[in-house]
Nanobody, 122 residues
């Protein structure tokens, strides 16, 4: 079983940046896709970005394309989400998850972290 732990969330002013990390407990995680999602109060969980195990392919939601960058370091069993030009509407709980395939559908992700809060002040 893979355990995922997010970190790096916090309070940031609009226009600022944060980098989220997703640490995995098992080496087999290296063979999985990493995805990032977020959920704001009263809203559905939203897909943000995903990256293949090799890092050779990425997939972004239009809402974050050009502002967020997904990456991974398999030697450290860690994935990252660099978030720039943050907006008030980016405020949400951010989750990382793993999947055997690349794509935006949350149902395809079998392991999830507990989430980290990101709050953007306007």
């Amino acid at each position: 079983q893979v355990q995922l732990v997010e970190s790096g969330g916090g309070l940031v002013q609009a226009g600022g940046s944060l980098r989220l990390s997703c640490a995995a407990s098992a080496r087999t995680w290296r063979m999985h896709v990493i995805g990032w999602f977020r959920q704001a109060p009263g809203k559905e969980r939203e897909f943000l970005a995903a990256i293949t195990w090799s890092g050779g392919a990425t997939y972004y939601a239009d809402s974050v394309k050009g502002r967020f960058t997904i990456s991974r370091d398999n030697a450290k069993n860690t994935g990252y989400l660099q978030m720039n030009s943050l907006k008030f509407e980016d405020t949400a709980v951010y989750y990382c998850a793993s999947s055997p395939s690349l794509g935006p559908y949350s149902g395809n992700y079998d392991y999830w972290g507990q989430g980290t809060q990101v709050t953007v002040s306007s």
